[in-house]
């Protein structure tokens, strides 16, 4: 049973920063495409980065430079470190799980298999 599960939200001011993790079980990373995406109120979830087996990651424009995704293989977990938060960037982010062939174009929800429950980040002014 694929399990993943989402720690490190909170609320901070702008041009804070927070550290997303998602724990994984169940799910081989090596083989295989991760990514984040976020929910906004009101919008349609949206990719924000990925990452391949391979470790190659890519971003959506508006956190290029900001945000970086990590995993780590052997204890099975990826991270977002967010830096230079903004307030546009409050929203539920979730980890996802899928088998995308071309990892760093794969922004839609539906090119992934498995997904967290959810973790809040609030970005004040």
């Known amino acids: 049973q694929v399990q993943l599960v989402e720690s490190g939200g909170g609320s901070v001011q702008a041009g804070g920063s927070l550290r997303l993790s998602c724990a994984v079980s169940?799910?081989?990373?090596?083989?295989?495409?991760m990514a984040w995406f976020r929910r906004a109120p009101g919008r349609e979830r949206e990719g924000v980065a990925t990452?391949?087996?391979?470790?190659?990651?890519s971003y959506r424009d508006f956190v290029q430079g900001r945000f970086t995704i990590s995993q780590d293989n052997a204890k099975n977990t990826l991270a977002l470190q967010m830096n230079s938060l903004k307030p546009e960037d409050t929203a539920m982010y979730y980890c996802?799980?899928?088998?995308?062939?071309?990892?760093?174009?794969?922004?839609?929800?539906?090119?992934?298999?498995?997904w967290g429950q959810g973790t809040q980040v609030t970005v004040s002014s």
């Open positions: 996802a799980a899928g088998t995308a062939y071309d990892c760093v174009s794969a922004y839609h929800p539906y090119e992934y298999n498995y």
């Open positions: 169940g799910y081989t990373f090596s083989k295989n495409c």
């Open positions: 990452i391949d087996g391979n470790g190659i990651t």
